[in-house]
């Protein structure tokens, strides 16, 4: 099957390893060990990738375990599973029962258990400490280190929950595209309107208590859900930029302030040398995006944005 869709699509892929690549990045990516490198595909969406000709597409959201996400949104703040790696207690596991989300005030270790098992998180083999340092998860004996599995359940969670808190749940079909669009063609008018919209769209629930963290929540969640490749406090030489997106051509730094100055966030990125690291993809035709954003948390919008381009 694959390579009856490589040879009808060619002009899509670079190769036939490039799509093998594309299908792992998809629907692998399951470890159930700290101790092995081994992962395992889902085994519904891999079946259904290749029952469809092989089309990429979400087969996880229609499997309908996809609402867990909606339901514990409901409760509990969920920022850290969307902004990257997680850690959560042995503990948690071994004494799991599925009665705690009934309970309102079910920790965010149990939590962690019931996406583990779920299929929302999977088990890493190493991660990095508060220093930037690797952390081999095998080897720390009090907890376990999770993350997404993959790109299908990384989506999935992130568009019910942002689904959760969007004032019009239909309007983030309708503005994806074009968001995209603008990210991918390097028009920084065009994606600062698409991302005004976006967070004027979202309920005051969800900007509570630390608001620069929710920004950067809601902010990492979009880039997740449209499949895009985005890293969330991407360590540099200096330190670690908010976010960093790559779409082709084009490279975006941002870096986010609440209720401070966009200035400031842009002089962040060049003080803390952000743009060094990724000065290796630079190509004749390539552009790298500095931007700093600004949010007002009276008006819940952009307040300043500042930019510099390489």
């Not at 036939?16 to 470890?31: A, K, P, S």
């Not at 469809?52 to 599973?81: E, H, I, M, Q």
């Not at 309007?171 to 004027?200: N, P, Q």
């Not at 060094?276 to 948390?297: A, D, K």
Request: proline fraction near 2%; charge should be negative.
């Amino acid at each position: 099957a694959i390579d009856k869709h490589y040879g009808e699509n060619r002009d899509r892929y670079g190769s036939r390893n490039e799509l093998v690549e594309r299908i792992r990045e998809y629907y692998d990516g399951y470890r159930f060990s700290p101790d092995t490198e081994i992962t395992v595909y889902n085994p519904v969406s891999i079946g259904r990738f290749f029952n469809s000709g092989c089309r990429f597409d979400n087969y996880w959201n229609k499997t309908g375990v996809s609402s867990l996400a909606v339901t514990l949104a409901s409760s509990y703040p969920l920022d850290a599973f969307i902004t990257g790696e997680c850690s959560a207690a042995k503990d948690a596991f071994d004494a799991f029962d599925i009665a705690f989300i009934a309970d309102s005030s079910m920790e965010e270790d149990n939590i962690a258990a019931l996406l583990y098992y779920t299929g929302y998180l999977t088990l890493c083999t190493d991660t990095e400490d508060e220093e930037g340092n690797k952390v081999n998860g095998a080897e720390d004996e009090f907890l376990y280190f999770l993350r997404f599995p993959n790109r299908e359940v990384a989506s999935s969670f992130a568009g019910n929950l942002l689904s959760r808190y969007a004032k019009s749940p239909s309007f983030l079909k309708h503005w994806f595209s074009s968001f995209t669009r603008a990210a991918a063609s390097g028009d920084e008018e065009a994606l600062k309107e698409k991302l005004d919209e976006y967070f004027s769209a979202f309920s005051y629930e969800l900007m509570g208590g630390n608001r620069e963290r929710s920004y950067h929540t809601v902010f990492h969640a979009i880039f997740i859900m449209a499949g895009l490749y985005a890293v969330s406090e991407d360590r540099g030489p200096a330190g670690r930029s908010d976010e960093v997106l790559l779409t082709g051509r084009h490279i975006w730094i941002f870096e986010l302030k609440t209720d401070r100055s966009a200035d400031e966030a842009l002089r962040q990125i060049e003080e803390k040398r952000y743009r060094e690291r990724y000065s290796y993809l630079m190509r004749p035709g390539m552009v790298m995006h500095s931007v700093g954003i600004s949010f007002s948390t009276s008006e819940r919008r952009i307040a300043g944005w500042k930019s510099a381009s390489l």
